[in-house]
Structures are given as structure tokens and as C-alpha cells.
């Protein structure tokens, strides 16, 4: 069974600073896709960022970046320069790349972005 | 991205009564779309998968009965909560994708049942 452990609540970071949150991941699968979601508390989930198991760069979108290390089975989001509109729940997900697009959530981060 | 749009995004109604909550994607064809249910600051909970054209598979633990789905075409499913009770109140959310890559969610339904 796939597995996301998110071990951060909630985090503070400084606007214009650059914060990392964790997202560790089990599963037995050998293809395998990675997803952060962004929620502000409107309540709409947002895709960020994507990463698939066999691509061999981090992905990157704009000001956010997976930090993808397969061997440790992690997954961290590094958002840089960091806004006030990036103050949100934040979540990870897995799915297995083949056609099941169910995603396994993970318990969320909540991140907020002080002035 | 791709457009999924969910209706209504607010919804109070009284106890005993039915909701139906609408999922559409707008510019692309789902085959099988996904409902969550999220309670207050808690991760998403998948309640079942729509299937067009045949039935919804629920997730353990998920009344079928009480959380009727329906996938008639390829760009609507509908979950009707039936005969609703303070309990259900929560918020609801589906999901399609236009591929085999990220998932597009829509706004949410916000339901209160008094």
C-alpha cells in the first residue's frame, strides 16, 4: 500500500525567504507519480508541481521546486521567495502511474508566510 | 490547466433532505472522476471513484446508499447526498484529469445540513 507522511503541521517563514516542506513516501511500486496541491483556506486545491518516478531532474514550476531523492523516498517542496499569498495549506500525494489516478494524500502542512 | 467546475460551492439545507453536488469538466472527457470528503484542517478522504457509464467503486466505510453517484457522460457526475443529517455537514470535493498525469480539482461544496 502507498504511504505520505508529512511531519510538519505548520510552518512559519519570513516573506522573501525560501522554506522546505517535507513529504516521505512508501510504496512497493516501481512507476509511481509525486504531487504537491496548494490549499488557501477558500477551500479550491490548487495543482503546484509534479514529479514521476523514473524523471531523472527535479522538477520545477516557477518558484517551486521538488527536491526528488528517490533512495531516501522523499519529496520536498522548496518554495523560494516566498509571498504572502503563499500562506495555505499545502499537501503531498502519490498516485501509481499506470491508469489507477487515485492519489494517496498525505496529512498537510500548513504554512504561513509573516510579513 | 484543465477546468473542472463544481456547483454550488455553498449549500445549507435541512435535515432529512437530499443535496445534489455537481462535478464538470469543462474542456476535457472524464471517464472516472473522484469525490473527497475534508473535515476542518484534516487531509482529503476519498469517498469513491464515478466511472462513466457503469458504477461508482466507494471506498470502505462509505455508505453507498447515502452518497449516490452518478456518471452519466463524460463530463458530469453528480453525488446526491441522501437524506441528510447534521453529520454529513463537510466539505466536498471532486477531481478528474484530462490524462494519466496531475489531477484538476473543482472549487468544493460547502454543506450544512441544520
Known amino acids: 500500500a502507498q504511504k505520505i507522511t508529512q511531519t510538519q503541521p505548520g510552518m512559519f517563514v519570513q516573506e522573501k525567504e525560501a522554506v522546505t516542506l517535507d513529504c516521505t513516501y512508501d510504496?512497493?511500486?516501481?512507476?509511481?507519480?509525486l504531487f504537491w496541491y496548494k490549499q488557501p483556506s477558500s477551500g479550491e486545491m490548487i495543482f503546484l508541481i509534479y514529479q514521476g518516478s523514473y524523471d531523472e531532474q527535479n522538477a520545477t514550476e516557477g518558484r517551486y521546486s521538488l527536491n526528488f531523492q528517490k533512495a531516501r523516498k522523499s519529496a520536498n517542496l522548496v518554495i523560494s521567495a516566498s509571498q504572502l499569498g503563499d500562506s495555505a495549506m499545502y499537501f503531498c500525494a502519490i498516485n501509481n502511474a499506470g491508469n489507477n489516478r487515485k492519489l494517496i494524500w498525505g496529512l498537510g502542512t500548513s504554512l504561513a508566510v509573516n510579513p | 490547466g484543465a477546468v473542472v467546475s463544481q456547483h454550488p460551492s455553498r449549500v445549507i439545507c435541512k435535515s432529512g433532505t437530499s443535496v445534489k453536488i455537481e462535478c464538470r469538466s469543462l474542456?476535457?472527457?472524464?471517464?472516472?472522476m473522484f469525490w473527497y470528503r475534508q473535515f476542518p484542517k484534516k487531509s482529503l478522504m476519498l469517498m469513491a471513484t464515478s466511472n462513466e457509464g457503469s458504477k461508482a467503486t466507494y471506498e470502505q466505510g462509505v455508505e453507498k446508499d447515502k452518497f449516490l453517484i452518478n456518471h452519466a457522460s463524460l463530463t458530469l457526475s453528480t453525488l446526491t447526498v441522501t437524506s441528510a443529517h447534521p453529520e454529513d455537514s463537510s466539505f466536498y470535493i471532486c477531481?478528474?484529469?484530462?490524462?494519466?498525469?496531475?489531477?484538476?480539482f473543482g472549487q468544493g461544496t460547502r454543506l450544512t445540513v441544520v
Open positions: 477531481s478528474a484529469s484530462p490524462g494519466n498525469t496531475e489531477a484538476f
Open positions: 474542456d476535457f472527457q472524464a471517464t472516472t
Open positions: 510504496t512497493s511500486d516501481q512507476s509511481y507519480g
